[in-house]
């Protein structure tokens, strides 16, 4: 049930980050998502409960490790490519999170899990590498995708131990995209209000659609995460991935290519390891 779940939210993951991808602004639409999504949680916070006392540190921390996380996605698309950037944050992220919960003691992983964990982190990441000479590129950019993967660990380590604290996972998620959600909108509106007065309002069919798809995504991220291992759930969700790499090859028609087929032998290899 967890694993299935996981995989959808895998599969919404890349969906709505294809859309990013293909965004004539990607800084100025992820500002879209995350202020829709602060949005739709914020009208249902009338539906929930006030967070306990004990929530509050989680709420505090993920919503600045989510902003600082942004800042570095950002970084990382200004100063190298999406298709190299994307996979090195994801499956960075993924070993972060496991050693991260394995050092906390939120888990506990037997030798053949550590190696299914990095078999399959090391074939996420290994597809920044599915283009010819993309070695050449991808040495200057390194260290904004590593960063934003480490954060993306953090802020994952966090919504799970706090989605535990919390009276329902789901009423965490609405109160951490309430509380996260402003800071990335408000940055853009500052800086860029000319532009956004001009072109700010194209595409925001799309737009919307892709925040509601985020926020089930993640939304199913951290009941996840507050159910079982977090060091394998987050791999399972960082094969968002391979289904982007899936979905260019069959609906904007990219070649998968060699490459893409040994990453992707790489991750199952990693999966079949697992008890």
Known sequence: MVTALILCSAILHASWNAFVKNDGDRTVAMAWIMGIGGIASLIALPFTSFPKPEVWPYLIATTVLQNVYFAFVILSYRHGDLSQAYP????????????????????????????????????????????????????????????????TAAYSIVDGTGARTAASPIEYVLWMNTC??????????????AEIART???????????????????????????????????????????????????????????????????????FALWP
Not at 180 to 193: D, H, K, N, Q, S
């Open 180 to 193: 996260a959600a402003p800071f990335l909108p408000a940055y853009v509106i500052a800086t860029r209000r």
């Open 88 to 151: 090195i944050a994801r499956g960075s992220a993924a070993l972060f999170a496991a050693v991260a919960a394995s050092t906390l003691g939120l888990d506990v992983l037997v030798p053949r899990e550590w190696l299914g964990i990095g078999l399959s982190s090391l074939g996420i990441a290994s597809l920044a590498f599915a283009a010819r000479g993309s070695g050449t590129l991808l040495h200057r950019s390194l260290g904004y995708p590593l960063l934003s993967g480490a954060f």
């Open 200 to 270: 700010g309002f194209t595409s925001i069919g799309p737009r919307v659609a892709a925040a509601l798809v985020a926020m089930a995504s993640y939304g199913i991220a951290v009941w996840a995460f507050s159910q079982g291992s977090m060091g394998r759930i987050a791999v399972l969700r960082e094969t968002s991935v391979l289904f982007a790499a899936i979905l260019g090859s069959a609906v904007l028609k990219e070649p998968f290519g060699a490459r893409r087929v040994f990453s992707a032998c790489l991750i199952v290899a990693g």
